[in-house]
């Protein structure tokens, strides 16, 4: 299982993160709970018990809560969490060091800097847009921002999953249809810095984003479409957002 923006435990996690915009925390740890109660998969669990971890206030359930995190999350082991393992061993070392546990603390701390490691992502990779465009067009930097006005981009996004390239397209700016195109990187390319380890630990969306173009090489159209509540819970969480973004 990967990260499904539609997905009923997701959208919860992403109702907390709201709830934590707006400085309610006990709402927020409430909706994180129901995420960890409704998981069933252990991808869910996974993301779950993260989230919980973090609203713990006393450090030995915190450990217990991102310990658990690990655990599912190494069951899973797919590129939208492998890239979380160094945040989480990072939180667990951080725990043992309250606790008084060097050993372990330092062990952990290891971990984090072994997992540390670029993107080996193989795609296949979506662009969703609402710009209509011909297989064997090249998407370029330079465009402008769909989450802040006035902002030209200095690289072109993309993503391993289908379904996040269709959140990016409902949520991009203009009339036309959402569209979602295979793409190609011509060039390097990096993990987004604005979503890894920000809200979600690593990169669960797989999003990427390069300064090179990218070749679109075919058109996707079939993918699950996200509701028009589960739509307006991403654009507030977006509006709640006051970080700037990394460009």
């Keep these: ?46 993301i779950a018990a993260y989230f919980v971890a973090r609203h713990e206030k006393e450090m030995a359930q915190r450990l217990r809560w991102f310990e658990t995190a690990l655990q599912f999350g190494l069951k899973v082991n797919n590129d939208s969490v492998n890239g979380a393992l160094p945040a989480l061993h990072s939180h667990i070392a951080d725990c043992y060091t309250a606790l008084g546990d060097a050993d372990n603390a330092q062990k952990h701390q290891a971990l984090a800097l072994k997992s540390r490691k670029q993107p080996s992502d193989k795609g296949p990779f979506y662009h969703g847009t609402k710009v209509d465009l ?32 269709g959140l990016a397209a409902a949520l991009a700016k203009g009339d036309g249809a959402d569209r979602v195109y295979v793409v190609v990187p011509t060039g390097s390319f990096e993990n987004d810095p604005n979503v890894t380890d ?17 070749k679109i090489v075919g058109v996707v159209s079939d993918w699950e479409k996200i509701t028009p509540e589960a739509l307006q819970q991403w654009r507030e969480k977006l509006a709640a957002n006051e970080g700037d973004i990394i460009n």
């Design 1 to 46: 299982m990967e990260f499904n923006p539609g997905n009923p435990v997701i959208r919860l996690c992403v109702m907390g993160m709201v709830q934590e915009e707006k400085d309610n925390p006990d709402a927020a740890n409430s909706l994180f709970r129901q995420a960890w109660q409704e998981a069933t998969h252990d991808f869910e669990k996974y």
């Design 198 to 214: 920000k809200k979600f630990p690593g990169n669960p969306s797989r999003s990427y984003r390069s300064q090179d173009p990218l």
């Design 134 to 165: 011909p297989v064997g067009a090249l998407l370029t930097p330079g465009g402008s921002s769909n989450y802040k006005d006035g902002l030209q981009m200095n690289h072109i996004y993309f993503t391993a999953l289908v379904n996040g390239a």
